[in-house]
Structures are given as C-alpha cells and as structure tokens.
C-alpha cells in the first residue's frame, strides 16, 4: 500500500534552513507529481508546492516562492523540500501528499501523516 | 488565483441526519476533458486530511455511499444522507484545475 512518510521538522530561528524528507513506498515514485501542503496550528489547508513525475516542472505558492525549493531523488523514492530564510508565519504541520494521476489534474489521492516546522527565536 | 468559498464553516448534525456543504470557486472548475476538478476532504481531529471525492462526484476507494458530491463549474454540494458519529472533523474543498492550488476555508462538523 502507499506509505508517504515525512522527516526532518523541528525549531529554527527565524532566518534559518531546514530541509524536509518524504520517503514513499508502494507505488511507483517516477510515474507520479507530488506536492507539499502545509496546515498552521488551528488553521486550514495551504498548498505548499508540487513537482511533476519528471522533476522538469515545480510550481510554488506566492508565499513561498524564491525561498523553498522542491525536488525528488528517484534513486530513494524521495521527495524533498528545502526551506531557507524561514519567517514566524511559516510554522506549520507539513504534509507530503502524492498526485492521484496525471489525468485528475492536481488532485491528491494520499497524505503522509505530516512533520511539525515551527520558526521562533 | 481561483478562491474557493465554503458554506457553512460550522455544521452540528444529529446521527442518522442528512447533511450539506456547499462550496463555490470564483472561476469554473469544468476542464476540457468535461470533468469538474475539484476534491473533497476530510481531515478527522488529529489526523491527517484524507480524500472522499475527486473530480466533482466519484467517490474515492472505500468511501461509504453515504456521501456524494455533486455540481459543475463553480458550484459544488457534499453530501452526507446519513450523517455518523464518525464522520466528525473538517471537510475542505480544493480546486485541482492549476497552480496555486486552493483550498476552502473548511467546514467544520460536528455532532449534536
């Protein structure tokens, strides 16, 4: 079954870089987009960024962009995403989620169980 | 950006009652291949968001029949007919047609 497994959140100071993990499992890694999405505490769903299946194409929200970058490293199933210059407002459960196929559009069929990020002096 | 609007953003329901949500987006979510992109969520308490419908109406796997999703376009119906003790948590629509991709605010339900 699809296993989508989130690593590397913790406390950073505002200014700082955390990188974070997504091991998947289950499907085959190379055939699929996947995205990033991201919950502050109390609040709604914020989609984060998303890489097609090839890794040619990444799209990021405004409020990200320039500083996170999101990749994929296919010889460990692997998705990624680097955070630098993190600000207060980026504290957030972070959520790696795999796209349903390339016919739905952006569609997300599986979510991992998310990785807390939390940016504070 | 297309922004999506829910209603109502709380929904206490007594077991065995029916229950609706709406949501609209501010441009159509009809794509050419004549499929409305657009999701439903729920995410329980503490747990992470899980799908129930994709593309306006097909129910996701093991999804109970209890719920349905309707609409075209921009506006767009959950549908719980039986609503369960289980069935608690906040439902979000999402639009699935482009980048950014966005999410309502999110419905909380809840029982009474």
């Known amino acids: 079954q699809v296993q989508l497994v989130e690593s590397g959140g913790g406390v950073v100071q505002p200014g700082g870089s955390l990188r974070l993990a997504c091991a998947t499992s289950?499907?085959?890694?190379?055939?699929?987009?996947m995205h990033w999405v991201r919950q502050a505490p109390g609040k709604g769903l914020e989609w984060v960024a998303f890489?097609?299946?090839?890794?040619?194409?990444?799209f990021y929200a405004d409020s990200v962009k320039g500083r996170f970058t999101i990749s994929r490293d296919i010889s460990n199933d692997t998705l990624f995403l680097q955070m630098d210059s993190l600000r207060p407002e980026d504290t957030a459960m972070y959520f790696c989620a795999k796209n349903r196929d390339f016919w739905t559009g952006f569609s997300i069929n599986y979510w991992g169980q998310g990785t807390l990020v939390t940016v504070s002096s | 950006d297309v922004v999506m609007t829910q209603s109502p953003l709380s929904l206490p329901v007594t077991p065995g009652e029916p229950a609706s949500i709406s949501c609209r987006s501010s441009?159509?979510?009809?794509?050419?291949?004549?499929?409305?992109?657009l999701d439903w969520y729920l995410q329980k308490p503490g747990q992470s968001p899980q799908v129930l419908i994709y593309?306006?109406?097909n129910r996701a796997s093991g999804v109970p029949d209890r719920f349905s999703g309707s609409g075209s376009g921009t506006d767009f119906t959950l549908k719980i007919s039986r609503v369960e003790p289980d069935d608690v948590g906040v439902y979000y629509c999402m639009q699935a047609l482009q980048t950014p991709i966005t999410f309502g605010q999110g419905t909380r339900l809840d029982i009474k």
């Open positions: 890489i097609r299946y090839d890794g040619h194409d990444k």
């Open positions: 289950g499907f085959t890694f190379t055939a699929f987009g």
């Open positions: 441009q159509s979510l009809l794509h050419s291949s004549g499929y409305n992109f």
């Open positions: 593309l306006g109406s």
